[in-house]
C-alpha cells in the first residue's frame, strides 16, 4: 500500500503510471495537467460543440478555402475534397492548441472509415504529420491513431519503419491485435476496458466486478504482462473506463488514459492502493509462453472466435465513423453560413 496517507488518487497513480487525458477540451487539460492527451472524432466533435472553440473551426475553414481559392475551385461548398481539407486541419489545429498545454504527445486518429484501407490510412497518417510540419510541430510530438484492425496495423508497421512516424493502435480488445501489434514494432497501443465491460454486462448480466475479476482489467494485465516478459518495446495505454477500480486494477501499466469525469473522482478520493502491474514481477513470470508472429490467417482466426472482439471493433469502428460524419455536418453547416 502506499505510505503517502495525503495523497490523493490521481497523485498516488501519477507515481507509478503516465497519466494522459482522454479529452479535447483545454480547460480539462489545463486543471489536471497530464503529460498528454489522446483525442478521436467523439472527442472533437464535443469540442468543437462548445462555443469557445468556434475560432478554430473558423481558422480550419479559413485556411482551407484560402488553399482551395488559389487552385481555382469554385465547388467549395459541395465539394467532398473540401470537408475531408477541412476535417484533417481542424484535428491538427486542436492537437497544436493541445501541445500548448501538455508536455508531451497528442494522439490524433485517422479516419475510422479508412480502417480497411491500408494505403488509405498511410496517405492520411502522413498528410496529418505533413499539417503539423507546416505549423512546426515536431512528429516525435504526435502519435497517429489507427484502428486495430489487419489493414490498420500492416499500415502502422510501414509507417514506423519507413517514415519514422509514431502510431497509437486503439480500439484493441483482444490478445490477438496486441500480438500483431507487438509484431509491427508500433510505438503504443490503447486496449480497452471500459468497452470490454460492457459487452460482458449486456452478455452476462453481472453488473458488478472485483477488481482482478473485471474482464476488461484482465485483458490490459494479460498484454502488459507478455509484453513486459518477453522484452516488447511497443508500451500499453489502459483506456475506456468506466469507474475508478478499472484504473485502480491497472495501477502501474505505462500509461492511462482518463476521462475528465474519472480525473475529477481520482482528485477527490484518498483511497489508498496498491501495484497492480510491475514489469519486474511480469519478468519473472513462467507461464507467459511467447508467441510466434502472427500471418494475416491467423490474426483473422483469432478475431473470428473471439466473439467479444469481433463484435466491440466493428461497433467501434462504427461509432468514430459516425461521429466523423456528424462533425463533417457540423462543417458543411459552417460553411453555408
Not at 140 to 165: D, P, V
Amino acid at each position: 500500500m502506499s505510505n503517502d496517507k495525503q495523497s490523493n488518487l490521481l497523485e498516488q497513480i501519477r507515481k507509478t503510471t503516465t497519466v494522459v487525458a482522454d479529452s479535447g477540451d483545454f480547460e480539462t487539460l489545463k486543471k489536471y495537467k497530464p503529460t498528454d492527451a489522446t483525442t478521436n472524432p467523439s472527442l472533437i466533435l464535443q469540442a468543437a460543440g462548445m462555443s469557445q472553440y468556434d475560432h478554430f473551426i473558423d481558422e480550419a475553414i479559413k485556411m482551407c478555402k484560402e488553399k482551395q481559392d488559389k487552385a481555382q475551385d469554385t465547388n467549395l461548398n459541395n465539394d467532398q475534397s473540401l470537408i475531408d481539407d477541412i476535417m484533417d486541419h481542424l484535428f491538427v489545429v486542436f492537437g497544436r492548441e493541445i501541445l500548448k498545454v501538455v508536455p508531451g504527445r497528442v494522439s490524433t486518429e485517422v479516419d475510422a472509415r479508412l480502417s480497411f484501407n491500408k494505403q488509405g490510412q498511410i496517405n492520411k497518417a502522413r498528410h496529418l504529420i505533413a499539417l503539423y510540419d507546416k505549423m512546426g510541430i515536431d512528429k516525435q510530438r504526435i502519435l497517429i491513431k489507427l484502428s486495430s484492425t489487419w489493414e490498420g496495423i500492416q499500415a502502422a508497421n510501414e509507417l514506423e519503419k519507413q517514415h519514422g512516424i509514431h502510431c497509437n493502435m486503439t480500439l484493441i480488445f483482444s490478445f490477438a491485435q496486441a500480438l500483431a501489434c507487438a509484431d509491427a514494432n508500433v510505438t503504443l497501443i490503447s486496449p480497452f476496458v471500459g468497452r470490454i465491460y460492457d459487452w460482458y454486462i449486456e452478455k452476462q448480466g453481472k453488473k458488478e466486478y472485483d477488481i482482478e475479476d473485471d474482464p476488461g482489467v484482465q485483458s490490459v494485465t494479460k498484454i502488459y504482462n507478455y509484453y513486459k516478459k518477453h522484452d516488447i518495446k511497443t508500451v500499453v495505454m489502459g483506456a475506456s473506463f468506466r469507474n475508478i477500480k478499472q484504473i485502480i486494477g491497472l495501477n502501474g501499466c505505462d500509461l492511462l488514459t482518463i476521462s475528465p469525469k474519472l480525473l475529477d473522482e481520482m482528485e477527490k478520493s484518498t483511497d489508498q492502493i496498491k501495484l497492480y502491474l510491475n514489469k519486474d514481477q511480469a519478468k519473472q513470470m513462467n507461464d507467459i509462453e511467447h508467441v510466434n508472429k502472427l500471418d494475416e490467417i491467423r490474426f483473422r482466426w483469432m478475431m473470428n472466435e473471439d466473439e467479444m472482439a469481433s463484435d466491440k471493433l466493428a461497433d467501434g469502428i462504427r461509432k468514430f465513423a459516425a461521429d466523423a460524419k456528424k462533425l463533417e455536418d457540423l462543417i458543411r453547416k459552417r460553411l453555408e453560413k
